[in-house]
């Protein structure tokens, strides 16, 4: 990824699967940390649009399209469903164009991340914790995973600190967030690459 | 497939941490690099 970031790359992933389903395969897969792009509903509207989508199988083929700083198209190729890409080859595309481009380009930034020592409090069968913990999971984020559920000791450090059993909690750099939808802005800010 | 040298369709879709993604905003600033895929759990 540094290097296609290297060459002013965004790279994007797209699939008709749904948000949710991004986040948890992600995290299966040990994060991934670049966007995977839901072109659920309408299904497919992307892929279609870029004569990518198989309406037959109702899913999209395995193709790749490189667009230049300007919008423009600059490769389009397919290695169908079943096949698999070259990575080197296409890292080896975008540089090449960046390398030629003509159209303006900015550095793409590192993100942050989290201050030392953060925490995320997270509890069993607990739809908010899993959301919280696979944001942080994808985005590799610096930060220790406790869940209260089976550590006692964790459940008492929560207590202590926030005088609640209430997870998911994020205590970071001495702020406590204890609402999931702000536990993932403030990760995302701090963790992922930013767009 | 779309041919090169046409210009990309604008597009709008959510990602896995809940950002909106659109083509527009890396005009001038980036390159887009996008990877279509079959579906979420098979393998890659």
């Keep these: 990824m540094a290097r296609f970031q290297a060459a002013h790359t965004q790279v994007?992933?797209?699939?008709?699967?749904?948000?949710?389903?991004?986040?948890?395969?992600?995290?299966?897969?040990?994060?991934?940390?670049f966007p995977l792009l839901a072109d659920f509903h309408p299904k497919g509207k992307m892929a279609a649009d870029y004569g990518a989508?198989?309406?037959?199988?109702?899913i999209s083929d395995r193709a790749t399209v490189l667009i230049d700083s300007n919008g423009v198209v600059q490769h389009a190729s397919s290695v169908t469903p079943a096949g698999q890409r070259d990575i080197g080859e296409l890292l080896a595309l975008c540089e090449a164009l960046d390398a030629k481009s003509a159209t303006p380009v900015e550095d793409i930034s590192n993100p942050k991340g989290l201050p030392g020592g953060s925490v995320l409090y997270i509890k069993s069968q607990c739809g908010f914790s899993r959301k919280a913990n696979l944001v942080a999971s994808n985005l590799h984020a610096s930060l220790t995973v406790k869940n209260v559920s089976d550590d006692a000791g964790a459940?008492?450090?929560?207590?202590?600190?926030?005088?609640?059993?209430?997870?998911?909690?994020?205590?970071?750099?001495?702020?406590?967030?204890?609402?999931?939808?702000?536990?993932?802005?403030?990760?995302?800010?701090?963790?992922?690459?930013?767009? | 497939m779309i041919s090169v040298g046409s210009p990309a369709p604008e597009f709008a879709?959510?990602?896995?941490?809940?950002?909106?993604?659109?083509?527009?905003?890396?005009?001038?600033?980036?390159h887009v690099l996008v990877l279509y895929y079959p579906l979420d759990w098979t393998p890659t």
């Design chain 1, 12 to 33: 994007l992933g797209v699939s008709i699967d749904s948000v949710f389903s991004h986040a948890n395969w992600g995290s299966s897969l040990g994060g991934v940390s």
């Design chain 1, 53 to 58: 989508y198989l309406d037959g199988a109702g």
């Design chain 2, 13 to 30: 879709l959510d990602d896995q941490f809940g950002r909106r993604v659109t083509l527009s905003q890396f005009r001038g600033k980036r």
């Design chain 1, 155 to 195: 459940m008492a450090e929560l207590k202590t600190a926030t005088s609640k059993e209430q997870a998911p909690c994020l205590i970071s750099g001495g702020e406590t967030l204890q609402e999931s939808d702000d536990i993932v802005a403030r990760v995302v800010e701090l963790c992922a690459t930013p767009l």
